[in-house]
């Protein structure tokens, strides 16, 4: 099983804040789990680390991925793109289309880890919090 982490749930896990969901906390503190970080949600903690709205910078994020032997970054590519379903939220759905990358093209199961409504609320990926 692969999971795709959303930006608020990276966030909370790394600033150990009492806010990340149960079962969310529970998979990324296993060291067994494989985690895919989508680029958009670096790009998403860079924008808002810029605007002080995290407490937690985009070198703080980095620093830890490069040391996590569980995390890969995944890119934005043409075939996420392709997979990536239509939402209001352009993010959220370069999230999924990431997930559905994992799930077609490579043959993994995934789940998303999210709190985010809009994804929990899809037939088409799995998602926890």
């Not at 996420?80 to 990431?98: A, S």
């Not at 997930?99 to 490579?106: F, G, H, M």
Request: glycine fraction near 4%.
């Amino acid at each position: 099983m692969i999971y795709i982490v959303d930006t608020h749930a990276l966030v909370f896990f790394i600033t150990e804040s009492e806010r990340l969901g149960k079962q969310a906390a529970k998979i990324l503190r296993d060291p067994k789990k494989t985690l895919v970080i989508p680029s958009i949600v670096l790009a998403e903690i860079k924008y808002l680390a810029a605007k002080k709205r995290i407490a937690v910078s985009l070198d703080e994020i980095l620093q830890y991925l490069r040391t996590d032997p569980r995390c890969t970054v995944y890119s934005l590519d043409l075939d996420v793109v392709l997979r990536m379903p239509i939402f209001n939220d352009i993010h959220d759905g370069i999230i999924c289309g990431t997930a559905l990358v994992y799930e077609d093209d490579i043959g993994e199961k995934t789940t998303i880890i999210t709190k985010d409504q809009s994804i929990r609320g899809r037939k088409d990926v799995k998602s926890i919090w």
